[in-house]
């Protein structure tokens, strides 16, 4: 201990003797290990979390899924439930849910709340019991029985904690239901539902298959020894016998089971691991940095090194202090990167992209700098010291006394070897370089592509409001009073100051609703198995409101109402995909089955919308009037003269005079959506390229210190080549050379390597190639022009030198 206070005591004077070099060192390490443990911090959060269950990685979604009609993933049938739950060998036990939401009144301002049905074993597989009361009971979900649990959130929130809630009614879509519980307040699956119904599968249910009741969400706990590969095995066995016997609406058919934890943080996962890795690199061309610079000056201390080898200290002991130097450095540099981190995860918070449609990320309110994370940067502290510490170490406690005595003089061979170590490290720290710099080039040329993408509609101008009309005042079996509804709200709304049109559709671009539906098209030979579209019900006007382009035919008219033809407009996908090169015009559509036959005539043609983002390709969309056919949950759409937030309490206060108690749950110009569909791809470009940026500046001041040090270490040359008639701009051209060559080395090795990896990573890029020619020579550009300011002050330094100074140097 005694020898180890000595050390750090020295260690600590050494430090204060070369401030420059301290405060070039820490400075680094502050930025590397802080950032490594920023993003950490946010992977930890969304990716390492564990969740409120227990045993979460057997918990399994179980969906759907039809590889030959392109359906990766969807919701199952009540019949393929029931076959399911039956026969399953690889689960304990599976249930079902579908999202349920409903109009909360009685309790404030009526407001649209997020449900869920489940089935009673739901809360059992998932293995958390109530915070108060209970939750559902079998003959609770056989009955009907129209109670409820409630999220804490809602309980503390709309409720204000009330302790003797359980047993009072609360009013959902004008039906009293009493609370039965309160969830914990870790409990939210699936993200941000605010109460739980009771669900059960009815006789007619469990036996149906048909493609368009397809609303069941599975979830199930594996068997002990059961993985999750022999698990999606068997279960798409099971789903092809299913198959089998319901071929005229499962063939093809087969299971994708998927990890509850990848289902929530589904589309973010791939980013973050990217980031992860990129900073990664920052770290090493970090250490790399500051290897070269502990090399640089082990190679000057050699004459202290030889004064206390020759008074007996063993090579063990120079090891030791040697390390204990690097650590202390490291642990100075990670304690300012944790509390630059602290600063950082309140940035990216701000940038996290919380809310965003279309994607399935799991909100992020707060990044911890934990237990687990200052672990993390305390192991990257100790990680970073071995690396940067133990090269200059070995080499400098493997010096014997007389060796280091014969070596004091320049040129020697241990110097010699030392400096070629120095030019292979700035060789390795620019090759680093240009796989950021080349990584972050990709992601901008792709933020480019997906930001210059053709949404299919205008989104400038336009005010978009979304209401869910609850089945209790707007039965399905009374469609007119639905009709009635938007036809009213819609006059009210055009009349409004600014407003130039309204409309209203069922799904709208951009949030994230959807559904498809069955059809078959007369005269064509019958499939298997039905094609479907996405389901698209709008009203007279609706595309000319959005901007998107009528290519042919007409667009529905207020004629087009219950009692005349019942008519539909395909998009250009649809025709394309279904018709081919024939006119789609006239063809007509059958969306009923064998029974009860359904027709409807295309009467026009529109344009592509991508209505899941700029880049996710145009679905097949088959539009209907809403005169025709109805819909629950709605959105209105208003094109206005100038900013459309100006008319957003207007069109709020034209759809409560047609429905007091209708809440309006979300209400935003569509540029916003268009905006937010972009967000996980900017995000993800900036911090790429903050990184590359950082990498960038590293490198650079890797090659200074290396040319600087050569430099000083070749001055006595520098004055005998400008003794011998050498001109100041052959010495200053020669150091650019032996600088530049360094880099040109590390741009070859640098670009393979970016080819590689690039190329691993090619689902991250959009509209551009891992190879782009445009994308590296810019990198590369960009690098060397960096490479060449670094090498070029210290060569101009060189050039100035008096050769009679350089000659007397020693």
Same mark, same amino acid.
């Given at each position: 201990?005694?020898g180890?206070?000595?050390?750090?005591?020295?260690?600590?004077?050494?430090?204060?003797?070369?401030?420059?070099?301290?405060?070039?060192?820490?400075?680094? /390490?502050?930025?590397?290990? @802080?950032?490594?443990?920023?993003?950490?911090?946010?992977?930890?959060?969304?990716?390492?979390?564990?969740?409120?269950?227990?045993?979460? %990685?057997?918990?399994?979604?179980?969906?759907?899924?039809n590889?030959?009609?392109?359906?990766?993933?969807?919701?199952?049938?009540?019949?393929?439930f029931?076959?399911?739950?039956?026969?399953?060998?690889?689960? #304990?036990?599976?249930?079902?849910?579908?999202?349920?939401?409903?109009?909360?009144?009685?309790?404030?301002?009526?407001?649209?709340?997020?449900?869920?049905?489940?089935?009673?074993?739901?809360?059992?597989?998932?293995?958390?019991?109530?915070?108060?009361?209970?939750?559902?009971?079998?003959?609770?979900?056989?009955?009907?029985?129209?109670?409820?649990?409630?999220?804490?959130?809602?309980?503390?929130?709309?409720?204000?904690? %009330?302790? #003797?809630?359980?047993?009072?009614?609360?009013?959902?879509?004008?039906?009293?239901?009493?609370?039965?519980?309160?969830? +914990?307040?870790?409990?939210?699956?699936?993200?941000?539902?605010?109460?739980?119904?009771?669900?059960?599968?009815?006789?007619?249910?469990?036996?149906?298959?048909?493609?368009?009741?397809?609303?069941?969400?599975?979830?199930g706990?594996?068997?002990?020894?059961?993985?999750?590969? #022999?698990?999606?095995?068997?279960?798409?066995?099971?789903?092809?016998?299913?198959?089998?016997?319901?071929?005229?609406?499962?063939?093809?058919?087969?299971?994708?089971?998927?990890?509850?934890?990848?289902?929530?943080?589904?589309?973010?996962?791939?980013?973050?691991?990217?980031?992860?890795?990129?900073?990664?690199?920052v770290?090493?061309?970090?250490?790399?940095?500051?290897?070269?610079?502990?090399?640089?000056?082990?190679?000057?201390?050699?004459?202290e090194?030889?004064?206390?080898?020759?008074?007996?200290?063993?090579?063990?002991?120079?090891?030791?202090?040697?390390?204990?130097?690097?650590?202390?450095?490291?642990c100075?540099?990670?304690?300012?990167?944790?509390?630059?981190?602290?600063?950082?995860?309140?940035?990216?918070?701000?940038?996290?992209?919380?809310?965003?449609?279309?994607?399935?990320i799991p909100?992020?309110?707060?990044? $911890?700098i934990?237990?687990?994370?200052?672990?993390?940067?305390?192991?990257?502290?100790?990680?970073?010291?071995?690396?940067?510490?133990?090269?200059?170490?070995?080499?400098?406690?493997?010096?014997?006394?007389?060796?280091?005595?014969?070596?004091?003089?320049?040129?020697?061979?241990?110097?010699?070897?030392?400096?070629?170590?120095?030019?292979?490290?700035?060789?390795t720290?620019?090759? /680093?370089?240009?796989v &950021?710099?080349?990584?972050?080039?990709?992601?901008?040329?792709?933020?480019?592509?997906?930001?210059?993408?053709?949404?299919?509609?205008? +989104?400038?101008?336009?005010?978009?409001?979304?209401?869910?009309?609850?089945?209790?005042?707007?039965?399905?079996?009374?469609?007119?009073?639905?009709?009635?509804?938007?036809?009213?709200?819609?006059?009210?709304?055009?009349?409004?100051?600014?407003?130039?049109?309204?409309?209203?559709?069922?799904?709208?671009?951009?949030?994230?609703?959807?559904?498809?539906?069955?059809?078959?098209?007369?005269?064509?030979?019958?499939?298997s198995?039905k +094609?479907?579209?996405?389901?698209?019900?709008?009203t007279? @006007?609706?595309?000319?409101?959005?901007?998107?382009?009528?290519?042919?035919g007409?667009?529905?008219?207020?004629?087009?109402?219950?009692?005349?033809?019942?008519?539909?407009?395909?998009?250009?996908?649809?025709?394309?995909?279904?018709?081919?090169?024939?006119d789609?015009?006239?063809?007509?559509?059958?969306?009923?089955?064998t029974?009860? +036959?359904?027709?409807?005539?295309?009467?026009?043609?529109?344009?592509?919308?991508?209505?899941?983002g700029?880049?996710?390709?145009?679905?097949?969309?088959?539009?209907?009037?809403?005169?025709?056919?109805?819909?629950?949950l709605?959105?209105?759409?208003l094109r206005?003269?100038?900013?459309?937030?100006?008319?957003?309490? $207007?069109?709020?206060?034209?759809?409560?005079?047609?429905?007091?108690?209708?809440?309006?749950?979300?209400?935003?110009?569509?540029?916003?959506?268009?905006?937010?569909?972009?967000?996980?791809?900017?995000?993800?470009?900036?911090?790429?390229?903050?990184?590359?940026?950082?990498?960038?500046?590293?490198?650079?001041?890797?090659?200074?210190?290396?040319?600087?040090?050569?430099?000083?270490?070749?001055?006595?040359?520098?004055?005998?080549?400008?003794?011998?008639?050498?001109?100041?701009?052959?010495?200053?051209?020669?150091?650019?050379?032996?600088?530049?060559?360094?880099v040109?080395i590390?741009?070859?090795?640098?670009?393979?390597?970016?080819?590689?990896?690039?190329?691993?990573?090619?689902?991250?890029?959009?509209?551009?190639?891992?190879?782009?020619?445009?994308?590296?020579?810019?990198?590369?550009?960009?690098?060397?022009?960096?490479?060449?300011?670094?090498?070029?002050?210290?060569?101009?330094?060189?050039?100035?030198?008096?050769p009679?100074?350089? &000659?007397?140097?020693?």
């Amino acid at each position: 201990m005694n020898g180890l206070t000595q050390d750090l005591r020295y260690a600590v004077r050494q430090l204060r003797k070369n401030p420059v070099f301290t405060v070039v060192a820490v400075g680094t /390490l502050a930025l590397a290990i @802080g950032a490594n443990t920023a993003i950490f911090s946010l992977v930890h959060t969304v990716l390492l979390t564990r969740l409120p269950y227990p045993q979460v %990685d057997r918990l399994m979604m179980i969906w759907g899924r039809n590889q030959s009609r392109g359906d990766n993933q969807f919701p199952i049938t009540g019949g393929e439930f029931t076959e399911w739950k039956q026969k399953t060998d690889v689960f #304990e036990d599976i249930a079902a849910s579908y999202d349920d939401e409903a109009t909360l009144t009685g309790a404030g301002e009526p407001r649209l709340v997020l449900g869920y049905a489940f089935t009673p074993n739901y809360f059992h597989i998932l293995g958390v019991a109530p915070e108060m009361g209970r939750t559902f009971t079998e003959e609770e979900a056989r009955s009907g029985t129209d109670v409820v649990v409630l999220s804490d959130k809602i309980w503390r929130t709309t409720f204000h904690g %009330d302790p #003797e809630i359980l047993g009072k009614p609360i009013t959902l879509d004008a039906k009293a239901y009493t609370v039965v519980g309160v969830m +914990p307040p870790d409990f939210g699956y699936p993200p941000r539902t605010e109460l739980w119904k009771p669900m059960e599968l009815t006789a007619t249910a469990s036996v149906d298959f048909a493609i368009e009741h397809r609303f069941i969400r599975a979830i199930g706990r594996l068997k002990p020894g059961v993985s999750m590969e #022999e698990a999606q095995v068997r279960m798409n066995a099971l789903e092809r016998q299913v198959a089998a016997q319901h071929p005229e609406t499962d063939a093809g058919n087969e299971t994708w089971v998927e990890p509850v934890l990848h289902q929530l943080s589904g589309d973010i996962r791939a980013p973050l691991l990217a980031l992860l890795g990129a900073v990664g690199f920052v770290l090493i061309i970090a250490c790399v940095n500051i290897v070269s610079l502990l090399l640089a000056r082990a190679a000057n201390r050699r004459a202290e090194i030889s004064l206390r080898v020759a008074i007996g200290a063993s090579r063990l002991r120079l090891l030791q202090q040697f390390l204990i130097e690097s650590l202390l450095l490291s642990c100075l540099g990670g304690g300012l990167g944790v509390m630059l981190a602290l600063w950082c995860t309140r940035f990216l918070v701000t940038i996290f992209p919380n809310g965003v449609a279309n994607v399935s990320i799991p909100r992020v309110e707060s990044i $911890p700098i934990d237990g687990p994370v200052l672990w993390f940067a305390l192991g990257v502290m100790v990680l970073t010291a071995l690396l940067f510490g133990l090269a200059p170490a070995l080499q400098s406690s493997g010096t014997g006394g007389r060796e280091a005595l014969r070596e004091s003089t320049r040129g020697s061979t241990s110097t010699l070897r030392s400096a070629q170590v120095r030019r292979i490290l700035v060789s390795t720290e620019v090759g /680093l370089s240009l796989v &950021l710099m080349a990584a972050a080039g990709l992601m901008l040329e792709s933020f480019r592509h997906v930001y210059q993408e053709d949404l299919g509609f205008h +989104p400038d101008n336009v005010l978009a409001l979304e209401v869910f009309l609850p089945g209790n005042r707007y039965p399905g079996d009374q469609p007119q009073k639905q009709r009635s509804f938007i036809e009213n709200a819609l006059n009210r709304m055009t009349k409004l100051p600014g407003v130039r049109s309204a409309a209203a559709t069922n799904y709208l671009p951009l949030t994230g609703f959807w559904g498809t539906a069955a059809f078959s098209i007369a005269g064509h030979s019958m499939r298997s198995v039905k +094609p479907q579209a996405d389901n698209r019900l709008v009203t007279p @006007g609706y595309f000319s409101t959005m901007g998107i382009s009528l290519l042919r035919g007409r667009d529905f008219t207020e004629l087009d109402r219950v009692g005349s033809e019942q008519v539909a407009v395909v998009n250009s996908t649809f025709a394309r995909r279904y018709f081919g090169d024939q006119d789609p015009l006239g063809k007509i559509l059958d969306l009923g089955d064998t029974a009860h +036959p359904q027709h409807w005539r295309v009467v026009g043609v529109v344009s592509d919308v991508k209505a899941f983002g700029p880049e996710q390709i145009a679905h097949a969309d088959l539009y209907r009037s809403l005169g025709q056919a109805s819909f629950p949950l709605l959105a209105f759409v208003l094109r206005t003269e100038g900013n459309p937030t100006v008319s957003l309490k $207007p069109a709020e206060h034209a759809i409560w005079d047609g429905d007091k108690d209708l809440p309006v749950f979300d209400a935003m110009p569509m540029e916003t959506l268009a905006s937010q569909s972009v967000t996980l791809r900017r995000t993800s470009t900036i911090l790429v390229a903050s990184f590359a940026t950082l990498a960038l500046i590293l490198a650079a001041v890797g090659l200074y210190g290396m040319m600087a040090y050569t430099v000083v270490q070749r001055t006595r040359e520098m004055g005998i080549r400008r003794a011998l008639g050498a001109k100041p701009g052959d010495v200053q051209r020669l150091v650019v050379q032996n600088g530049m060559k360094l880099v040109l080395i590390g741009e070859v090795v640098g670009l393979a390597a970016t080819l590689a990896l690039m190329r691993l990573a090619s689902g991250l890029l959009y509209g551009t190639s891992p190879s782009d020619p445009r994308t590296l020579a810019a990198a590369i550009g960009l690098l060397s022009l960096v490479a060449f300011v670094a090498a070029y002050i210290p060569a101009t330094r060189a050039a100035k030198m008096d050769p009679m100074q350089a &000659l007397r140097y020693e």
